[in-house]
């Protein structure tokens, strides 16, 4: 895929600080739909500042996209993969954990928000195993 895009694909640069630095990166699947326009974006994590991000933005302004494509560039890495980016530097990681979409239980008066604060707790308890 990444000799074939448009797009500009690099080889990341890991390292032991635990700094993600993606540089315009774009979700890798994008580039292969014909007549789409994909705005390139940055994320930078610092291990000791800004260990969680919070996504919010109005309903189909690209929040999912952006956290596949980081944790898809992160995964493509840790693979041997080149990246979606201009340059990219990755720490180790051993998971990725996000948590995407809607879901509901009305029947079961689980609203929306109740939803997400349970899977985000399942997520905190997974991690801290």
Same mark, same amino acid.
């Given at each position: ?16 600080? !635990? ?5 315009? %990166?774009?979700?890798?699947? $994008?580039?292969?739909?014909?007549? @789409? +326009?994909?705005? /390139? ?38 693979? !041997? ?5 201009? %340059?990219?530097?990755?720490? $180790?990681?051993?998971?990725?954990? @996000? +948590?995407?979409? /809607? ?27």
């Amino acid at each position: 895929m990444s000799s074939s895009s448009p797009n500009t694909y690099v080889r990341p640069k890991f390292n032991e600080g !635990g700094d993600l630095k993606l540089k315009e %990166s774009r979700h890798p699947c $994008l580039a292969i739909i014909d007549n @789409t +326009r994909c705005v /390139a974006n940055d994320c930078e994590m610092q291990r000791q500042k800004s260990t969680l991000h919070i996504i919010t933005g109005p309903n189909m302004g690209g929040k999912s996209t952006f956290i596949r494509q980081v944790a898809i560039c992160i995964y493509l890495a840790h693979v !041997g993969c080149f990246v979606p980016c201009s %340059s990219a530097e990755i720490p $180790l990681m051993d998971g990725i954990i @996000t +948590r995407v979409g /809607a879901s509901d239980m009305q029947l079961k008066g689980i609203s929306t928000f109740m939803s997400e604060m349970l899977e985000t707790s399942c997520m905190f308890k997974v991690k801290s195993l």
